[in-house]
């Protein structure tokens, strides 16, 4: 069993390292694509937007190397439970838009609706990941294992 927190914190950390990458270059396009789930007060828009890339990035990194493994897994639950109900939000309201999940300013997509099940689905995939590391945060070849004790 503790393999498989190796492989929850690998595949939930690798998800957020690379979405994180993929949105920083353009932060302009982030806080668009936080705009257009038009759920949030503007006023908290721009800082979102250009901070969740970073905070994506620095979650993953912790995940990989098994640092804090309990308390990042937990921001990974608040998080993913937020793009959830962002998405299903959207979807509900019929709006088209592109997740910006990785990169893409959250701009008109023809297809949107359709996308919208896979996008939760697999947001609830890396949820129960990262609910596993949440109630196991021990694994092999963690940080944690050298520098917390048990």
Not at 12 to 31: M, Q, T, Y
Not at 81 to 89: H, R
Request: glycine share 10%.
């Amino acid at each position: 069993m503790p393999w498989v927190g190796v492989f929850a914190r690998l595949l939930v950390g690798g998800v957020w390292i690379a979405a994180g990458l993929l949105k920083i270059p353009d932060p302009a396009e982030n806080v668009r694509a936080v705009r257009a789930y038009r759920l949030l007060p503007e006023a908290v828009v721009p800082t979102l937007g250009h901070s969740l890339p970073f905070v994506e990035l620095l979650l993953g990194l912790c995940l990989v190397i098994g640092l804090l493994v309990r308390v990042n897994a937990v921001l990974s639950c608040l998080l993913l439970v937020a793009f959830v109900v962002g998405i299903a939000s959207a979807w509900a309201r019929g709006l088209q838009i592109e997740c910006g999940c990785f990169g893409g300013g959250g701009g008109s997509a023809a297809n949107a609706a359709e996308k919208y099940p896979w996008e939760i689905a697999r947001d609830f995939g890396l949820l129960l990941s990262s609910a596993w590391l949440v109630w196991r945060p021990r694994s092999p070849w963690a940080l944690d294992n050298r520098v917390l004790p048990e």
